[in-house]
């Protein structure tokens, strides 16, 4: 077993675990729904590669060895990943929607997800079976390595914003004015229409009332004579 490759994945995934938390803390575009899926899954296979690399080492303190002790994690690893897969995938902000409306951004991330997919899975089920058990040491390291790789390509595709400036800036206004109350003027309404008709100065208000009293002043007179 190579102890020390094994703890540095588990730094490393650390490290993204880290990362996620703080973009979640710091960064107001974790509240979208795209954005809050990917940084989901991106914490998750983070953790995941820190509980995969650091249980042979806990387990061998413990003094399994040997055929028992690569199954054993393989198991472990096995169950996790489905369970994450399928749990993710069942959060209504992971629907596809993003991924049909920018189709080269969900082919570019099934392009080097499903590898990925295929590599955790079909290691974990190797060491299962047992059809290779000098290599087993190996294949598990391969598991968690891949787990690590899809935490940091998840980051990547998060990062990746598909439109362009332009028509970012109007999907920014198209969500706002859903977002903003139906019912009453916009403050941009309000002072667009105050700009248009700026209010008069305040003596010149003045002057203006005095001049209609005058004038109705003299009109009353006029009638009384």
């Not at 929607?97 to 295929?118: D, I, N, Q």
């Not at 391969?142 to 940091?152: E, G, I, K, P, S």
């Not at 970012?168 to 003027?185: D, M």
Request: aromatic share 6%.
């Amino acid at each position: 077993m190579n102890e020390e490759l094994l703890l540095h994945l588990a730094e490393i995934g650390g490290v993204f675990v880290g990362f996620g938390a703080l973009i979640a803390v710091r960064s107001p575009e974790s509240r979208d729904p795209h954005a809050r899926g990917y940084l989901r899954a991106m914490v998750w296979m983070g953790s995941s590669t820190m509980l995969f690399a650091l249980l042979p080492i806990i387990l061998a303190g413990y003094g399994l060895s040997g055929r028992a002790l690569w199954l054993t994690c393989a198991i472990v690893a096995l169950i996790v990943y489905l369970l994450l897969v399928v749990i993710d995938n069942r959060q209504p902000d992971m629907s596809g929607e993003w991924e049909h409306a920018h189709p080269a951004y969900g082919r570019t991330f099934v392009a080097v997800g499903l590898p990925l997919h295929a590599t955790i899975a079909g290691g974990s089920l190797l060491i299962i079976i047992g059809i290779l058990p000098t290599l087993e040491p190996a294949i598990y390291a391969t598991v968690v390595t891949a787990t690590l790789v899809f935490a940091a390509w998840t980051l990547v595709m998060l990062l990746w914003d598909p439109l362009p400036p332009r028509r970012r800036r109007k999907s920014a206004e198209v969500r706002a004015q859903r977002q903003a109350p139906k019912s009453g003027a916009s403050p941009s309404a309000t002072g667009n229409h105050s700009m248009r008709h700026p209010r008069p100065p305040a003596g010149r208000r003045e002057s203006e009332a005095r001049r209609v009293r005058a004038m109705t002043g003299s009109r009353s007179a006029g009638g009384a004579r």
